[in-house]
């Protein structure tokens, strides 16, 4: 065989080549995909009180309360699942990055990525909110003990 058609032979192998890697690499964005839209995350309150699961999206799918929700106080309940629906969120986001580490392997926007959801949705408690507001009493005008009932002009 001459050396153009040796060359040409092998441009064809190397297209061939790249398009069945292409190919191997489209399957595997659609398996990472479809594996994404399925990653949930799960979390629970340190007492065990609230248990929340979200989707991949953060969104909540389901909160669930043990019976020893009877024994918290409406505030440290709102705390803890405010900081519970935080670390599920933080759990959905730590499965979608194995997803594409498996996918994709190590990359340094992934790690970028990470470092930022640390930061948004790191495992630290919110800060305390204090004790609720008292309500607040519109003020009334003083009794008038003076008034007698009738009329000056008699």
């Not at 092998?10 to 594996?35: H, V």
């Not at 909160?63 to 440290?76: D, G, L, W």
């Not at 990359?107 to 949705?121: G, I, N, Q, S, Y």
Request: hydrophobic share 40%; glycine share 6%.
């Amino acid at each position: 065989m001459s050396e153009p058609a040796e060359r040409l032979l092998r441009r064809i192998e190397a297209i061939n080549t790249a398009g069945a890697d292409n190919r191997r690499r489209a399957e595997s964005y659609q398996r990472m995909s479809a594996e994404l839209a399925d990653v949930t995350g799960t979390a629970s309150s340190p007492d065990g009180v609230v248990t929340v699961v979200t989707d991949a999206s953060g969104t909540v799918k389901n909160i669930q309360f043990t019976e020893a929700i009877r024994t918290v106080s409406p505030a440290a309940l709102s705390a803890s699942v405010v900081h519970t629906i935080a670390s599920a969120q933080a759990a959905a986001a730590r499965s979608q990055a194995d997803v594409i580490r498996r996918g994709l392997g190590d990359t340094t926007l992934l790690d970028r990525v990470l470092a930022e959801d640390a930061t948004l949705f790191g495992d630290r408690p919110p800060a305390d909110p204090g004790p609720p507001p008292v309500p607040r009493v519109a003020p009334q005008a003083p009794v008038d003990d003076d008034y007698d009932f009738g009329s000056v002009l008699r």
